[in-house]
Every structure is written in C-alpha cells, then in structure tokens.
Nanobody, 126 residues
Framework: QVQLVESGGGLVQAGGSLRLSCAAS????????MGWIRQAPGKEREFVAA????????YYADSVKGRFTISRDNAKNTVYLQMNSLKPWDTAVYYC???????????????????WGQGTQVTVSS
C-alpha cells in the first residue's frame, strides 16, 4: 500500500505556472505507475497526465498537452506536475493517484487507479 500527499497548489493568474508535487510513502514506489487527475466544481474527475515506472512513458489529456509536464524522481519517491500557461478552466482540485503494476504502463482513466491523495486546490484567475 502507498500513501500520497500532494503539495504546491495555490492561486495564480492566467498564463502563470505552478508545480505540483506528490510525495509517496513506501519502499516500492518505483513499481507504481502514477497519474494526476483533477476535479472541477460540479464536474466529474478528469484524467490529466500519467507516467510509467521509470518516467520514459507519459501520456497527457488533450486539454493539457503542450502545457503540462509530468515527471517522477524514484529516489525521492515523488511525482511532479509542471503546469505552464495556465487557463481559468484549469481550476480544480488536483489529485495524485497510484496503481501497482508488474509491468510498465500508463493508466489514462481515473478509475484505473487504486490509491489517491487528498488533493490540492489550483485556482487560476482571469
């Protein structure tokens, strides 16, 4: 089992940047595939980005492609989401999620993940 704690959210103006971090507990972090999912008020959870074991495999939702970058540091048990050129519609609670896999892959839907953090609020003002 893994526990996830997000940080780095906040209020930013449109066009600005934020970097979210997700610290994971446990000794087998490198065997978890990771993702970021967001949920805006009144909307369903939306997949944002995913990364495989070693970080070479990544996948992005079309809505963030070219603006967001997911990465991971297995030595630090941490996954990151660099968000640039933020738009007001990026406003949401951002969740870090994990799933243990015995093969490298990326998971591109929210229900595929088994473990979730508590979320961090990102608010983009126009």
């Amino acid at each position: 089992q893994v526990q996830l704690v997000e940080s780095g959210g906040g209020l930013v103006q449109a066009g600005g940047s934020l970097r979210l971090s997700c610290a994971a507990s446990g000794r087998t972090f490198s065997s978890y595939v990771m993702g970021w999912i967001r949920q805006a008020p009144g909307k369903e959870r939306e997949f944002v980005a995913a990364i495989g074991w070693g970080g070479s495999s990544t996948y992005y939702a079309d809505s963030v492609k070219g603006r967001f970058t997911i990465s991971r540091d297995n030595a630090k048990n941490t996954v990151y989401l660099q968000m640039n050129s933020l738009k007001p519609w990026d406003t949401a609670v951002y969740y870090c999620a994990a799933s243990a896999r015995d093969y490298d892959t990326v998971l591109t839907t929210a229900p595929a993940y088994d473990y979730w953090g508590q979320g961090t609020q990102v608010t983009v003002s126009s």
